[in-house]
């Protein structure tokens, strides 16, 4: 059922294997479904009476009634508006306390307003947030991701997708290449070049991706994800600049690398002279060097977002020595004026004041162990939920990340994953969840440990889960 954080992905629980071989695992009735969803939506409905009001005002002015509209996607009849979270508490409009488990979808892996990112904010705050000059906390914020990553050189962004976006072109300026390799139904941010799919048999831009105006195939390659043959094809012209890709796909539920994949990416890509990029911003989960410190990958570049400055939008990227030598070369011919590279608030004095003091408290050996020992809880709960309802899921654990997905078998690459997610039957299970106190992501069943989260929390959302599970079987 589960998948062992970390290395080796091939590790899995030999008691579930043992004592539970002989049971087979049936599908939960659509008609069951359907009856929970109008359930849970009405219950939703008659609990959250200031949360309407608060979205039907909303409305006037924002469009789809909130600041960013992927907040809708959770699915509910209007939006939760929440006034507190603190640690791994939720409070919302209407007084409703909740668990959180989502955090952000990892922008707060740390918790909400963690008490000394929270402090370092309120004593920096007097001392400017943005001046377009490094602060002293440049030189210590520098070697603690050189510490914690193992690559010597760094730089900032606002966002993940800002450093996306940047090593793409420094990924293309220092090779003279123009094209990018990702893997299908990968998620990189706001990037464009990364909207490219393979789900009709061949290569075209995603259709959700909204008012591109370019033929996003024309410099982007994807392949599916584990699929040794189809990446050696693509990078054997030798044309792409490099491959940007999580070590775990996790944005279209969890998909794991095969047993030595991660391995051969890495030998093909230096083969081809492609940069290999790895995106971290989830996978930072794994461990305080990421999945590729965990398992001793070496990339030329790597991205890291999300709870680097604890919540607050920030962002790094940082190269290799061979890789930054080679930018160095090429600014020495570069032709003077606009790089296309950066943001007025990137850099900023409150943002590195910020990742210090994430780096040095959270973002340590001993501050995972925890987090891991927990997540290893909640992962063989939600198996035993599983194995005791006997439904066709299954559940997947990376570092102190953990999901269910509601299909028997593990997908092996995106294209596979896409079609088992994003059901009614994880909607149904989501609501459930949230009117009884629980929140969990609502683009897939991701849920995180964060250093607030306890076994209570934990036992919580397990609890949760097997009345959700009863009541479709009943």
Same mark, same amino acid.
């Given at each position: 059922?589960?998948?062992?954080?970390?290395?080796?992905?091939?590790?899995?629980?030999?008691?579930?294997?043992?004592? /539970?071989?002989?049971?087979?695992?049936? @599908? *939960?009735?659509?008609?069951?479904?359907?009856?929970?969803?109008? &359930?849970?939506?009405?219950?939703?409905?008659?609990?959250? @009476?200031?949360?309407?009001?608060?979205?039907?005002?909303?409305?006037?002015? #924002?469009?789809?009634?909130?600041?960013?509209?992927?907040?809708?996607?959770?699915?509910?009849?209007?939006?939760?508006?929440?006034?507190?979270?603190?640690?791994?508490?939720?409070?919302?409009?209407?007084?409703?306390?909740?668990?959180?488990?989502?955090?952000?979808?990892?922008?707060?892996?740390?918790?909400?307003?963690?008490?000394?990112?929270?402090?370092?904010?309120?004593?920096?705050?007097?001392?400017?947030?943005?001046?377009?000059?490094?602060?002293?906390?440049?030189?210590?914020?520098?070697?603690?991701?050189?510490?914690?990553?193992?690559?010597?050189? #760094?730089?900032?962004?606002?966002?993940?997708?800002?450093?996306?976006?940047?090593?793409?072109?420094?990924?293309?300026?220092?090779?003279?290449?123009?094209?990018?390799?990702?893997?299908? &139904?990968? /998620?990189?941010?706001?990037?464009?070049?990364? /909207?490219?799919? *393979?789900?009709?048999?061949?290569?075209?831009?995603?259709?959700?991706?909204?008012?591109?105006? &370019?033929?996003?195939?024309?410099?982007?390659?994807? %392949?599916?994800?584990?699929?040794?043959?189809?990446?050696?094809?693509?990078?054997?012209?030798?044309?792409?600049?490099? %491959?940007?890709?999580?070590?775990?796909?996790?944005?279209?539920?969890?998909?794991?690398?095969?047993?030595?994949?991660?391995?051969?990416?890495?030998?093909?890509?230096?083969?081809?002279?492609?940069?290999?990029?790895?995106?971290?911003?989830?996978?930072?989960?794994?461990?305080?060097?990421?999945?590729?410190?965990?398992?001793?990958?070496? @990339?030329?570049?790597?991205?890291?977002?999300?709870?680097?400055?604890?919540?607050?939008?920030?962002?790094? /990227?940082?190269?290799?020595?061979?890789?930054?030598?080679?930018?160095?070369?090429?600014?020495?011919?570069?032709?003077?004026?606009?790089?296309?590279?950066?943001?007025?608030?990137?850099?900023?004095?409150?943002?590195?004041?910020?990742? &210090?003091?994430?780096?040095?408290?959270?973002?340590?050996?001993?501050?995972?162990?925890?987090?891991?020992?927990?997540?290893?809880?909640?992962?063989?709960?939600?198996?035993?939920?599983?194995?005791?309802?006997?439904?066709? #899921?299954?559940?997947?654990?990376?570092?102190?990340?953990?999901?269910?997905?509601?299909?028997?078998?593990?997908?092996?690459?995106?294209?596979?994953?896409?079609?088992?997610?994003?059901?009614?039957?994880?909607?149904?299970?989501?609501?459930?969840?949230?009117?009884?106190?629980?929140?969990?992501?609502?683009?897939?069943?991701?849920?995180?440990?964060?250093?607030?989260?306890?076994?209570?929390?934990?036992?919580?959302?397990?609890?949760?889960?097997?009345?959700?599970?009863?009541?479709?079987?009943?």
């Amino acid at each position: 059922m589960g998948v062992e954080a970390g290395p080796p992905p091939r590790a899995r629980h030999g008691y579930r294997q043992q004592k /539970y071989r002989n049971i087979v695992a049936r @599908p *939960i009735a659509e008609a069951s479904v359907k009856a929970m969803l109008a &359930r849970e939506n009405a219950l939703f409905t008659q609990r959250n @009476p200031n949360s309407h009001s608060l979205s039907e005002k909303a409305a006037r002015n #924002w469009l789809h009634g909130v600041p960013m509209h992927w907040m809708v996607d959770w699915g509910t009849p209007f939006p939760l508006f929440i006034e507190k979270a603190q640690g791994v508490d939720l409070t919302d409009a209407d007084g409703h306390g909740y668990i959180d488990f989502c955090l952000g979808d990892t922008g707060a892996m740390f918790g909400h307003s963690p008490k000394p990112v929270a402090e370092t904010l309120a004593r920096e705050a007097a001392n400017g947030f943005t001046t377009m000059l490094p602060s002293p906390d440049a030189a210590v914020v520098g070697e603690l991701l050189e510490d914690r990553f193992g690559l010597p050189f #760094w730089q900032v962004t606002a966002t993940a997708s800002d450093a996306n976006r940047a090593v793409l072109r420094w990924c293309r300026a220092i090779t003279g290449r123009k094209k990018i390799l990702v893997f299908n &139904r990968c /998620y990189h941010g706001a990037v464009d070049e990364t /909207y490219v799919t *393979i789900d009709r048999g061949r290569p075209e831009a995603d259709p959700a991706l909204i008012g591109e105006p &370019r033929d996003l195939s024309e410099l982007t390659k994807v %392949v599916e994800f584990n699929d040794v043959a189809a990446l050696e094809a693509a990078l054997a012209p030798r044309d792409v600049a490099c %491959v940007l890709a999580e070590p775990v796909m996790t944005n279209v539920g969890m998909v794991l690398p095969e047993d030595g994949f991660l391995e051969k990416l890495r030998i093909l890509t230096e083969k081809a002279g492609t940069l290999l990029i790895m995106d971290e911003t989830h996978c930072i989960s794994s461990g305080p060097g990421g999945y590729s410190g965990e398992i001793g990958l070496k @990339p030329d570049a790597m991205v890291m977002g999300k709870p680097i400055a604890g919540g607050i939008p920030a962002a790094v /990227y940082g190269f290799s020595s061979d890789a930054a030598e080679r930018i160095r070369k090429f600014l020495e011919t570069r032709t003077p004026g606009h790089s296309g590279i950066g943001t007025t608030l990137s850099g900023s004095r409150i943002q590195l004041a910020l990742m &210090r003091s994430v780096l040095e408290t959270y973002v340590t050996r001993e501050a995972f162990a925890a987090l891991i020992a927990l997540a290893k809880k909640l992962e063989k709960g939600i198996a035993d939920v599983i194995i005791k309802h006997g439904v066709d #899921w299954h559940v997947v654990r990376v570092g102190a990340r953990v999901e269910f997905m509601c299909c028997p078998t593990r997908p092996r690459n995106g294209g596979e994953a896409a079609k088992a997610i994003h059901g009614a039957i994880d909607e149904a299970v989501h609501h459930f969840l949230l009117n009884r106190g629980v929140v969990i992501t609502p683009f897939h069943n991701m849920m995180l440990i964060s250093p607030s989260t306890t076994e209570v929390h934990v036992q919580t959302l397990i609890d949760g889960l097997d009345r959700c599970v009863t009541e479709l079987r009943s």
